[in-house]
């Protein structure tokens, strides 16, 4: 992407930035996007209270990666069309 000058938004689980937070961080200064996907991947729909958990912790891991706030979302096991 990079050497293509190609920008891309980029869902990231948050256990994976927990993980990898260099990587959230590269991904991040070389300007592209960066999105909230839940922290496990689990389906969101068995109560507010877990889909809260995963969305607050995956926030709290991309922005101790990179120092991102993220809006954007895209849900576990969602289709795109």
């Known amino acids: 992407l990079k050497e293509k000058g190609v920008k891309a938004t980029f869902y990231i689980l948050g256990y ?3 993980a990898y937070p260099h990587l959230v961080k590269r991904i991040y200064d070389e300007g ?3 999105g909230n996907h839940s922290y496990s991947h689990q389906p969101l729909t ?3 209270e ?3 958990t995963e969305l607050n ?3 709290r891991a991309l ?4 120092g ?3 809006k954007l979302f895209r849900p576990p096991y969602m289709t795109p069309y």
């Open 32 to 34: 592209h996007d960066i």
């Open 16 to 18: 994976n930035a927990s």
């Open 63 to 66: 922005e101790s990666a990179a």
């Open 46 to 48: 068995a109560s507010r």
């Open 57 to 59: 912790a995956t926030q």
């Open 50 to 52: 877990r889909a809260f």
């Open 68 to 70: 991102v706030r993220t």
